[in-house]
């Protein structure tokens, strides 16, 4: 278990004090605060359908460290989905989720690819290219939302939020050592 303790905002006079030095007014920060809540829903979202998605995309990989990539990478999500609860009661916020369109998109987009592909190598490299865009969409989503919450002054939010960040920037990595180790030669073979 990491330590995502940071109870800087404990002190009611520090309440507006930033540690990026950027401080939103208080009309910005109520419109920030709406829309840093609506996106927390719409990734809320995307990482519950990832846990169904994710299965299927084990299911048609051949290459057996993509295999456990994938099936590493499933239970982190779970992972992630039960850290964005910790996220919504950090800022007293009930956790719901509101369709998120994009991700819903990148999934289709990921149907589309096993289907048309021959299962083996070249399948294994569509799953890469389809399991690359959502951690790119996941990287982009975490990266802006910690730093929403902290110009929000929500801190706790905020080093739970990057601690997802690192781990999905860490997936992506792993999906790019495995397509250039690998899958990539075959295919071309
Ligand atoms: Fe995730």
């Not at 990734?43 to 994938?70: R, S």
């Not at 989905?81 to 916020?93: C, P």
Request: proline share 1%.
């Amino acid at each position: 278990m990491k330590n995502t303790n940071s109870k800087s905002s404990q002190n009611g006079t520090q309440k507006n004090e930033k540690q990026n030095g950027v401080k939103a007014k208080p009309d910005a920060a109520e419109g920030l605060r709406k829309l840093f809540v609506d996106e927390l829903k719409d990734i809320y979202w995307a990482e519950k359908a990832l846990t169904k998605a994710i299965p299927k995309m084990i299911k048609n990989a051949t290459a057996e460290e993509l295999v456990e990539a994938l099936t590493g990478h499933l239970e982190v999500t779970k992972e992630h989905v039960a850290r964005l609860e910790k996220v919504f009661s950090s800022i007293s916020e009930k956790a719901a989720a509101k369709k998120c369109e994009a991700m819903e998109g990148l999934m289709k987009e990921a149907e589309e690819i096993m289907q048309q592909t021959k299962k083996g190598m070249v399948r294994d490299a569509g799953i890469i290219l389809a399991g690359q865009k959502v951690e790119h969409y996941e990287i982009a989503t975490y990266g802006t939302l910690c730093t929403f919450a902290k110009t929000l002054d929500e801190n706790d939010a905020a080093s739970l939020l990057h601690e997802t960040l690192e781990e999905e920037k860490e997936a992506d990595a792993k999906l790019t050592q495995i397509a250039e180790s690998f899958i990539n030669a075959e295919a071309a073979r």
